[in-house]
């Protein structure tokens, strides 16, 4: 029976996985954007650094979207978030790659951050305070948001939680990776006021 | 056959004590204990609890600890931090699971233990949550049993080491009981 009830919240898992769609679509060349899109740049860290034994995906169908990744979900308008994200709202979310830059699809609209996630386990998630706005102009094609830092201490709870400045290397990124024909504006995120 | 049959019971009774019993208490090492009501769980009752260390890491992170009546006791525990892993028991009679395991997740409470003596973690009830399909369970902190009423369970099995001394110390310190 407990294994039976493990195998049904790995299928659940797998099941999410395979349901809730896409996300926001990593941008290769500025040519995938639409007229309505902008690449959303920025970067997820956590202070210490995931562990790889901190995340256990045995026998796990699609996880390849959680493995060392914090979800960033999101929403264009602001709402707390006092439970486990609902499976719609998955489909505005962001696979921010721990440690890396990440440079996704996103809406020329200014958008909030609600909430962080983090898969440990088909069946254990750890939450990252977010309650955090970017404002997105509908002139803007690039958009750097800034690097989200997490701190947490030895129980997984956050302790502080920073948007630092780390333009220069995120611009060096962007123009490697699109070019210096097009700019990456600024526009950090800045905590939500309610 | 007779005496057979009594002297398998002394053998069983005898391996139920000493499993229960504390071994004597080793510096620096701590009591841990605590109480877990589980009459709204699946489990007819509590018989495993283990913690978790989680700084320094270790090889062997898991702690088994002993039970007895809803109360869950280890001691030479070492300096560290530790978070609750996980509970379970038995099934009832018409139970479909022969061994209900519950665990908790790793964002939550630790605790730290940095001096060696007693550490009472509280009283909790299992709550049931969530659905069949999405079977969850919350931990609600009780005033009832207290710490006395906890350290009066494990002292049975405290006898002869140094750690009935404490916990009869921490008795006097809490005062009298609540008339029962």
């Given at each position: ?60 169908i ?6 060392n ?14 439970e ?15 440690e ?9 609209k ?9 898969w ?75 | ?7 398998l ?10 499993n ?10 701590s ?49 560290a ?83 009935e ?16």
């Amino acid at each position: 029976m407990t294994r039976a009830l493990s195998a049904c919240t790995a299928l659940a898992c797998a099941l999410l996985a395979a349901c809730v769609g896409p996300g926001w679509s990593p941008v290769e060349s500025l040519g995938e954007l639409g007229n309505d899109h902008a690449v959303i740049v920025g970067r997820v860290e956590l202070v210490p650094p995931l562990g790889k034994d901190e995340q256990n995906f045995k026998n796990m169908i699609g996880s390849d979207m959680l493995r060392n990744k914090l979800l960033l979900i999101t929403d264009e308008k602001w709402r707390r978030l006092n439970e486990a994200p609902e499976r719609a709202d998955y489909e505005n979310r962001i696979e921010a790659p721990l440690e890396q830059t990440f440079f996704v699809r996103g809406d020329k609209k200014t958008f909030y951050v609600l909430i962080g996630e983090l898969w440990l386990s088909a069946a254990d998630k750890a939450y990252f305070p977010a309650g955090l706005k970017v404002d997105v102009r509908p002139t803007d094609r690039a958009v750097y948001v800034g690097t989200l830092r997490y701190r947490r201490n030895e129980f997984f709870q956050v302790t502080k939680r920073e948007v630092i400045d780390d333009y220069e290397r995120a611009n060096a990124e962007f123009r490697k990776r699109f070019g210096s024909s097009q700019t990456l504006r600024k526009s950090l995120a800045t905590p939500v006021k309610e | 056959m007779r005496r057979v049959i009594f002297g398998l019971v002394l053998l069983l009774l005898h391996g139920c004590a000493s499993n229960k019993s504390l071994e004597e208490a080793q510096s620096p090492g701590s009591l841990v204990f605590g109480y877990m009501d589980m009459d709204e769980s699946p489990a007819k009752e509590l018989t495993a609890f283990s913690l978790r260390q989680v700084l320094p890491k270790t090889d062997k992170p898991y702690l088994h600890m002993r039970t007895h009546e809803g109360v869950f006791y280890v001691e030479n525990v070492a300096p560290a931090s530790y978070q609750l892993n996980q509970f379970g028991g038995p099934g009832g009679a018409f139970s479909g699971a022969s061994f209900y395991w519950f665990n908790f997740p790793r964002q939550g409470e630790g605790f730290r233990i940095s001096k060696a003596g007693l550490y009472y973690l509280g009283s909790y009830k299992y709550k049931k949550a969530g659905s069949f399909f999405n079977p969850k369970f919350d931990i609600e902190s009780i005033k009832t049993p207290d710490e006395r009423d906890v350290i009066e369970k494990i002292l049975p099995f405290s006898k002869g080491t140094k750690w009935e001394g404490q916990l009869r110390e921490r008795l006097n310190q809490l005062g009298p009981g609540r008339k029962k």
